[in-house]
Antibody, heavy 117, light 112 residues
Framework: QVHLVESGGDVVQPGGSLRLSCAAS????????MHWVRQTPGKGLEWVAD????????NFVDSMRGRFAISRDNSRNTVYLQINSLRAEDTAVYYC??????????WGQGTLVTVSS | IAMTQTPLSLSVTPGQPASISCKSS???????????LFWYLQKPGQSPQLLIY???SRFSGVPERFSGSGSGTDFTLKISRVEAEDVGVYYC??????????FGQGTKLEIK
């Protein structure tokens, strides 16, 4: 069955960086668009970015463009989210999710990023 | 695209029906004739799980007591007979303006 496992969340000081990972199994990873979505108490669920199967097409929400980078390694069935210049408002649970034709079907369990000095 | 859910919370007796409304600020009807409105349930301590896609299609394994309806900008999720396992927060989400997906604020369902 489809399984998505995020990792890499941590407590980080403002201005720091983190790379989140999402390991996928149970489906042909290399044929799916993959997404990152974050959840905060204040703003709820917020789509962050996606990456197409060959890694050539990437999209970001405007407010995160520049500080966030998404990549994937189809040989490792893993998608990554790099977050730079972390701010307090980036504190959230970050989920990866599989694409379902203009939506998401399966989500991972999430990884918590806390930005605090 | 703004997504507005009502109510933000509801308390339902087991066996009774429940209904959640979701309104979008723009039509979610796409040029391909499909309407990209999704419903998710986030159970306590878990990640969101897909219930309904394209307004009214139940996802694999979702009980028949869940149904979705609507068109254009107005949508509804109905639970015909609420069970204890249905507690959690329900979210609608639009994919019409993909990749700029947006979610409703969530509706918390609890059992009386």
């Amino acid at each position: 069955q489809v399984h998505l496992v995020e990792s890499g969340g941590d407590v980080v000081q403002p201005g720091g960086s983190l790379r989140l990972s999402c390991a996928a199994s149970g489906f042909t990873f290399s044929t799916y668009v993959m997404h990152w979505v974050r959840q905060t108490p204040g703003k709820g669920l917020e789509w962050v970015a996606d990456i197409h199967p060959d890694g050539g097409n990437k999209n970001f929400v405007d407010s995160m463009r520049g500080r966030f980078a998404i990549s994937r390694d189809n040989s490792r069935n893993t998608v990554y989210l790099q977050i730079n210049s972390l701010r307090a408002e980036d504190t959230a649970v970050y989920y990866c999710a599989r694409d379902l034709h203009w939506g998401f079907d399966y989500w991972g369990q999430g990884t918590l990023v806390t930005v605090s000095s | 695209i703004a997504m507005t859910q009502t109510p933000l919370s509801l308390s339902v007796t087991p066996g009774q029906p429940a209904s959640i409304s979701c309104k979008s600020s723009e039509s979610l009807l796409n040029s391909d004739g499909k309407t990209y409105l999704f419903w998710y349930l986030q159970k306590p301590g878990q990640s969101p799980q897909l219930l309904i896609y394209e307004v009214s299609s139940r996802f694999s394994g979702v009980p028949e007591r869940f149904s979705g309806s609507g068109s254009g900008t107005d949508f509804t999720l109905k639970i015909s007979r609420v069970e204890a396992e249905d507690v959690g927060v329900y979210y609608c989400m639009q994919g019409r303006h993909s990749p700029l997906f947006t979610f409703g604020q969530g509706t918390k369902l609890e059992i009386k």
